[in-house]
Nanobody
Framework: QVQLTESGGGLVQAGDSLRLSCVVSGGAFSTYAMGWFRQAPGKEREFVAAIGWISGSTYYADSVKGRFTISRDNTKNTVYLQMNSLEPEDTAVYYC???????????????????WGQGTQVTVSS
C-alpha cells in the first residue's frame, strides 16, 4: 500500500522560505498526479498546488501563484513544494496527496486523490 511522508515544515517569519518534501513509499506506485493541500485552524482543507507525474504540468491556487513552486523527482518518487515570500495566512498543516490513477474530477479537487500523508505544520509569524 502506498504511503506518503511529508517533511520540511516549521516555524518561520513572514517573508521567509520553506521547502516541503513528500516521499512516496510502499506498494506499486502508479499515479497521474501529486498534489499539496493545506488546512488552517477552523477552516476547510484547500487546494494549494498539483503536478502531473508524467507531463509535469502544474496547477496552483491563486493565493500562492507566483510564490510557491511544485516540482517532482520521478527517480526518487518525491514531490516538493518550494514556498517563498511566506505570509502569516500561509500558516496551516500541509498535506501531500497521491492521485493513485483516478481519472474522475480534477487536480484541484480532493476527490481526485486516493492517498494522503499525515501532514506537516507550517507556521508563519508576522
Amino acid at each position: 500500500q502506498v504511503q506518503l511522508t511529508e517533511s520540511g515544515g516549521g516555524l518561520v517569519q513572514a517573508g521567509d522560505s520553506l521547502r516541503l518534501s513528500c516521499v512516496v513509499s510502499g506498494g506499486a506506485f502508479s499515479t497521474y498526479a501529486m498534489g499539496w493541500f493545506r488546512q488552517a485552524p477552523g477552516k476547510e482543507r484547500e487546494f494549494v498546488a498539483a503536478i502531473g507525474w508524467i507531463s509535469g504540468s502544474t496547477y496552483y491556487a491563486d493565493s500562492v501563484k507566483g510564490r510557491f513552486t511544485i516540482s517532482r523527482d520521478n527517480t526518487k518518487n518525491t514531490v516538493y513544494l518550494q514556498m517563498n515570500s511566506l505570509e502569516p495566512e500561509d500558516t496551516a498543516v500541509y498535506y501531500c496527496a497521491d492521485n493513485g490513477g483516478r481519472t474522475k474530477s480534477s487536480p484541484y479537487s480532493e476527490r481526485y486523490y486516493a492517498t494522503w500523508g499525515q501532514g506537516t505544520q507550517v507556521t508563519v509569524s508576522s
